[in-house]
């Protein structure tokens, strides 16, 4: 599949594969904003030959013809049909690289003999000015007051960068939220098949659930401050979309992170990878029940520093589960942003990724710390 975008006054025409739709959309109507009027097909299928002698009008009578280039676009056969055309036209092309590839055929003779714009290069914004720019001097837009000429990359304001951190405190708590409403139906559970749950409990689980909302929404705020400080270039691109899928992320990551972590301590119980050694009891010189009493004890004691170890090494799992969830959760973000930002480097990646394990384990300490305060504030 392909799609066209053509502007009204036919200067410009814009070829693409329908699996970019999402990032087209986007420089269609900044294009609208800063050069002229657009017309966007949003058709999942060619609409028969009178479609395809519209398409193929708008290549002849376009002055600039861009290019989005991507491993789908360089497959499909509408867009070949296009560039061909456009080829033969002799119109002014602009390859701009969406997703890298292979490039073959005529692909490969565009990237290599035309200057490209490689969108993996740089901020969405730098780059959509550089395109403006050369369309401006092909004669295929018009230059207005407002919009300056870039040659220098540009700074995004820090009003934009901060204004975004509390959409991510919301998302994470949202998640956080709904990994310990997962968290308390397993306890719920257990519960109810050792007896009645009494209102006691519920305070419990009340408190729990406040508690997690807090410390999710304190994660999130580092999460969210590490993620637009090292996206800083690329913050004008982030929404609420990318934010949401943190909601799904945690509610379905955190437990399994627990679950795992669970499984992991007791499989080492049962290798005896984890166990206490105590003193032997000495029971020369003393009587029987002293001797009993030293065996008892020991017993005790063993029992005791085994509870404390596996409880000791199930808590770091889980830390470590939870700063894993967190590094997984930032990478996916990034993925998302890509997709309209696809400049973002594996640096930056990595960054908030690390930002995003920090805020879970930073969450994890706050919603144990309020769990403890309002318990003792409520006497439970």
Not at 86 to 91: C, D, N, P, Q, R
Not at 96 to 116: C, H, N
Not at 121 to 135: A, I, P, R, T, W
Not at 211 to 220: L, N
Request: one cysteine or more.
């Amino acid at each position: 599949m392909n799609g066209a975008i053509k502007i009204m006054s036919k200067d410009i025409f814009i070829s693409y594969s329908r699996r970019d739709q999402e990032f087209v959309t986007r420089l269609a109507s900044d294009l609208d904003a800063q050069v002229a009027g657009v017309w966007f097909d949003q058709s999942t299928i060619q609409a028969g030959q009178k479609w395809h002698d519209e398409i193929m009008d708008g290549i002849h009578e376009c002055k600039a013809f861009i290019l989005v280039l991507s491993p789908d676009a360089m497959e499909s056969r509408y867009v070949r049909e296009e560039v061909n055309k456009a080829l033969e036209l002799g119109k002014t092309i602009f390859p701009v690289i969406y997703r890298p590839a292979k490039w073959t055929g005529e692909f490969e003779s565009l990237v290599s003999d035309i200057q490209t714009l490689d969108l993996r290069s740089g901020s969405y914004m730098d780059n959509f000015q550089k395109l403006v720019d050369g369309l401006i001097e092909a004669g295929a837009g018009k230059a207005t007051e407002e919009r300056p000429f870039l040659r220098q990359p540009t700074r995004t304001s820090l009003n934009i960068v901060f204004s975004k951190i509390p959409g991510w405190a919301f998302a994470w708590s949202g998640g956080w939220l709904v990994f310990w409403m997962a968290v308390l139906i397993f306890l719920a559970f257990l519960a109810a098949t050792q007896g009645d749950i009494g209102g006691e409990d519920f305070l419990n689980f009340m408190v729990i659930l406040i508690s997690g909302g807090m410390g999710g929404f304190i994660g999130g705020l580092l999460a969210g401050l590490f993620t637009m400080l090292s996206l800083r270039p690329n913050a004008s691109s982030i929404s609420w979309k990318h934010m949401s899928p943190t909601i799904r992320i945690w509610g379905i990551s955190g437990p399994l992170g627990m679950i795992v972590s669970g499984l992991i301590t007791a499989l080492m119980v049962a290798v005896g990878a984890l166990t206490v050694q105590s003193a032997e009891p000495d029971c020369s010189g003393v009587g029987f029940g002293e001797c009993m009493g030293q065996i008892i004890g020991s017993a005790i004691g063993e029992a005791i520093g085994l509870i404390i170890l596996i409880m000791l090494v199930f808590l770091l799992f889980v830390v470590v589960a939870w700063f894993l969830t967190g590094m997984f959760a930032g990478w996916q973000v990034v993925r998302h942003i890509r997709r309209l930002e696809p400049g973002i480097t594996n640096k930056q990646g990595w960054k908030v990724s690390a930002g995003w394990g920090c805020g879970a384990i930073v969450a994890a300490i706050v919603t144990l710390f309020v769990i403890g305060i309002l318990s003792s504030a409520l006497g439970l």
